[in-house]
Every structure is written in C-alpha cells, then in structure tokens.
C-alpha cells in the first residue's frame, strides 16, 4: 500500500506562494495517478491538480494559471507549487494516489491565506 504524508501548508498573505510536497511510499509509485485535493469546513473535497502516471496535467478552473503540479518518481514525491494566492485558497489540502483498484489519501496540510 502506498503511504502519503503532506507537507509545506501554513499562513500566508494573499498575492504570496507556498510549495506543498507529498511523499509517497511504494515500490510502485510511479504507476500511480497523484492529485491534490482541497476541502473547507461545510463543503465538498474537490479536484485541485491531478498529475497522471504518464505525466498529463489537470487543473481546476479556479487555479489554473496560479498553481502547477509536478512529480519526481526518483524522490517519489509529488509537489504542488500555489502563486498568487487568494483568500478562498485557504482549506486543507489532501495529496491522493490512485490506482485502477486502489485509492489512499494524505492526512491533509492546512493552507491559511489571509492579511
């Protein structure tokens, strides 16, 4: 099975940046499709990045432009660098790892954006 710690969440001011980092362990790491996911208090967890085995790349709307999701299968990391950003940035964000019969998820990294 495949484990997910996240780190690099924190306060920032709106318009700054943060590096959020996944480290996965797993033999197999690079067969997996990894995404960030967000989730505030009262709403649904939603698709933020997802990065593909093959290394296609997908963003939400709301932050496309602004964040860029990248993996390194030689660190089996995954990273998710967030530029200029907002008030409504602020959740926690949730490193997932998906497989054809697999699925797992971080324990989550709290990104707090406000003045």
């Known amino acids: 099975q495949v484990q997910l710690v996240e780190s690099g969440g924190g306060l920032v001011q709106p318009g700054g940046s943060l590096r959020l980092s996944c480290a996965a362990s797993s033999v197999i790491f690079s067969a997996y499709d990894m995404g960030w996911y967000r989730q505030v208090p009262g709403k649904q967890r939603e698709l933020v990045a997802l990065?593909?085995?093959?290394?296609?790349?997908n963003y939400a709307d709301s932050v496309k432009g602004r964040f860029t999701i990248s993996r390194d299968n030689v660190k089996n990391t995954v990273f998710l660098q967030m530029n200029s950003l907002k008030p409504e940035d602020t959740a926690v964000y949730y490193c997932?790892?998906?497989?054809?019969?697999?699925?797992?998820w971080g324990q989550g990294t709290l990104v707090t954006v406000s003045s």
């Open positions: 990065i593909t085995s093959g290394g296609t790349t």
């Open positions: 997932n790892a998906r497989a054809p019969d697999y699925n797992a």
